[in-house]
């Protein structure tokens, strides 16, 4: 039997055929400088290209990366099929098409150094004037419904011990995921460290965020706040 890795990576993917080989390549690289045993976590979500097939492709040459499917589709859902596969002390996810692996090694580097925490980026600039007054306003809600003081509460790689995952044990299928993971750590005292970034830059494909789905985060952080506040009590 193979000894459990030290990291585990968790990539959602979705109709990402024309990259996403290369992008699961450019990782090996710079985890193994670490020095650590990892492993990549590869989360087709709900695709309906053969970004699938691709994976699965470099699984078949690459045995430190494992293919893990949500059919059923959503950012939140990828991200815990894929956390609750993952075999690592120290649990990673990101965002597959637009996250640069440095930035991994980077933030687990602040991670090991910071103790018990929850390690996350923050992105200076979104590159777009739109998304930036969408995630303001976000941003915004997240401190007042929860006391979050983030200033990029979706920003991603978040790395965290993988007890801390059993601890809080965030449930949301969708795009709620990462502020239900911050909001929950914070009644539960365990810290945020941030690093900066500049922005980023995808890999290639199209975002799936719009109008639609901002909207619907804004009001499903008021849901959550009840949710929240029914099954963690505030330390």
């Known amino acids: 039997m193979r ?6 990576v968790v990539l959602p993917c979705r109709n990402q055929e024309d990259h996403i080989g290369g992008v699961l390549h450019r990782y090996i690289a710079p985890l193994e400088r670490t020095g650590r045993s990892f ?4 989360v087709p979500n709900a695709c309906t290209d053969r970004t699938p097939e691709k ?3 470099v699984a078949q ?25 993952a075999h690592g002390q120290v649990l990673c996810y990101t965002n597959s098409a637009r996250t640069d692996p440095e930035h991994v090694v980077q933030l687990l580097d602040i991670f090991l150094t910071s103790g018990p925490c929850i390690a996350k980026v923050r992105r200076v600039k979104r590159n ?3 998304r930036e007054i969408g995630s303001w306003l976000y941003n915004l809600e997240a401190r007042v419904l929860f006391g979050l003081r983030n200033n990029d509460v979706n920003g991603t790689p978040k790395i965290f011990a993988a007890d801390t995952y059993r601890q809080l044990a965030p449930t949301s299928a969708g795009d709620l995921l990462d502020l239900e993971l911050l909001a929950r750590a914070r009644r539960a005292g365990i810290s945020v460290v941030e690093m900066e970034v500049a922005g980023f830059s995808r890999h290639g494909g199209r975002s799936s965020t719009n109008l639609k789905s901002a909207l619907r985060m804004y009001s499903g952080a008021l849901a959550l706040r009840a949710t929240i506040s029914q099954t963690l009590p505030t330390r």
């Open 3 to 8: 000894e459990a890795p030290f990291l585990s």
């Open 39 to 42: 492993e990549l976590i590869a």
């Open 55 to 57: 994976v699965r492709e």
């Open 61 to 85: 040459r690459e045995s430190r990366l494992r293919v893990v499917e949500n059919p059923a589709g959503g950012w939140g859902r990828s991200v815990l099929t894929g956390l609750d596969a």
């Open 128 to 130: 777009a004037a739109g």
